[in-house]
């Protein structure tokens, strides 16, 4: 059983452009989540996408954006890289089921670089 | 809105020694709680998790209660080995609004487990 994935691992951009990344969540999983991890420190939420649409999001701008697609499957979006945009990606995916506090289960992240 | 306090690391135990990595929490309503551990280049892994207050969660050797008069969940393991060597997350998620699907994490605490 394939846990959830994430492409690419590494990235490397340049300020100013645009990058996508990808996710595929835990077989069964129908809901997937992105967080922000800096160096040395927490990961800190993006949004969630249940359903196709964007269900909560966190304190991060509009250049943050996300999309899910029919099998589940999720991409995060960031428009104007900024240096300070450099840190690991996290992909986390969960399932809707009847209790609201269910498990995450993370991806092994795409470390983006900015220069 | 939610927040989590970790004792701040680094931590560095000799093998066979007893763990504990204090986590406190704010939150409304009724969360449940988790910890993470991040083995070096990796994703985060789920350790354990308690949904309701007094739960004990368990795995691999770890323990952590649900303390809700004190709004707390330490991890406690009684005799770290050298694998043990990770940063350790300390999260909470949900409440009984049921609109609050994020994770929010605590900084990480580093632990360090020498022969």
């Known amino acids: 059983d394939a846990g959830v994935t994430q492409s690419p691992t590494h990235l490397i951009k340049t300020r100013g452009q645009q990058v996508t990344l990808r996710c595929s969540p835990k077989?069964?999983?129908?809901?997937v989540s992105w967080y922000q991890q800096a160096l040395g420190q927490g990961p800190q939420f993006i949004f969630q996408?249940?359903?196709?649409?964007?269900?909560q999001r966190g304190n991060f701008p509009d250049r943050f954006s996300g999309h899910q697609f029919p099998n589940y499957s999720s991409e995060l979006n960031v428009n104007a890289l900024l240096l300070g945009d450099s840190a690991l990606y996290l992909c986390?995916?969960?399932?809707?089921?009847?209790?609201?506090?269910?498990?995450?289960?993370f991806g092994p992240g795409t470390r983006l670089t900015v220069t | 809105g939610n927040s989590v306090t970790q004792m701040e690391g680094p931590v560095t135990l000799s093998e066979e020694a007893f763990l504990t990595i204090n986590c406190t929490y704010t939150?409304?309503?009724?969360?449940?709680l988790f910890w993470y551990v991040q083995y070096p280049g990796e994703g985060l892994q789920l350790l354990l998790k308690?949904?309701?207050?007094?739960d004990k969660g368990s795995n691999k050797g770890f323990e952590a209660t649900y303390r809700k008069e004190t709004t707390s969940f330490h991890l406690e393991k009684g005799s770290v080995q050298v694998s043990d060597s990770a940063v350790y997350f300390c999260?909470?998620?949900?409440?009984?609004?049921?609109?609050?699907?994020?994770?929010?994490f605590g900084k990480g605490t580093l632990l360090t487990v020498n022969p």
């Open positions: 939150a409304t309503g009724y969360p449940s």
């Open positions: 308690a949904t309701k207050a007094d």
């Open positions: 986390a995916s969960s399932f809707n089921g009847l209790y609201l506090n269910y498990e995450q289960y």
């Open positions: 999260a909470l998620s949900g409440d009984s609004g049921g609109s609050n699907y994020k994770l929010t």
């Open positions: 996408y249940y359903e196709e649409e964007e269900r």
């Open positions: 077989s069964g999983h129908d809901t």
